[in-house]
């Protein structure tokens, strides 16, 4: 069983950066993926970027890829999202989810535990 909290979320203006953080409970975080997804209101939640059970590989949606950067440290059983460069469609409700399998990927079916979302707002 793993439990994940997200923080980090606020308002901010386009152009300005945030750091997601994701808290993460259970003995079986550093052998799961992780991965950070996005549901902005009317649209389905959205893959945005994973990372592998030791941080030796990642992957990005293409919507982000060059701005928001992924990482983890497994001795404080965190995750984390940096964002850089902010726009306004990168305004959702943000999700960290961990998966059983080691690699990332973005197989949105394949993750096991959610957190409840932690809600990013950019103004334009």
């Known amino acids: 069983q793993v439990q994940l909290v997200e923080s980090g979320g606020g308002l901010v203006q386009a152009g300005g950066s945030l750091r997601l953080s994701c808290a993460a409970s259970?003995?079986?975080?550093?052998?799961?993926?992780m991965g950070w997804f996005r549901q902005a209101p009317g649209k389905e939640r959205e893959f945005v970027a994973a990372i592998s059970w030791n941080g030796g590989s990642t992957y990005y949606a293409d919507s982000v890829k060059g701005r928001f950067t992924i990482s983890r440290d497994n001795a404080k059983n965190t995750v984390y999202l940096q964002m850089n460069n902010l726009k306004s469609e990168d305004t959702a409700v943000y999700y960290c989810?961990?998966?059983?399998?080691?690699?990332?990927?973005?197989?949105?079916?394949?993750?096991?535990?959610w957190g409840q979302g932690t809600q990013v707002t950019v103004s334009s």
């Open positions: 259970g003995r079986t975080f550093s052998s799961s993926s």
């Open positions: 989810a961990a998966s059983s399998r080691l690699y990332a990927h973005s197989n949105y079916a394949r993750y096991d535990y």
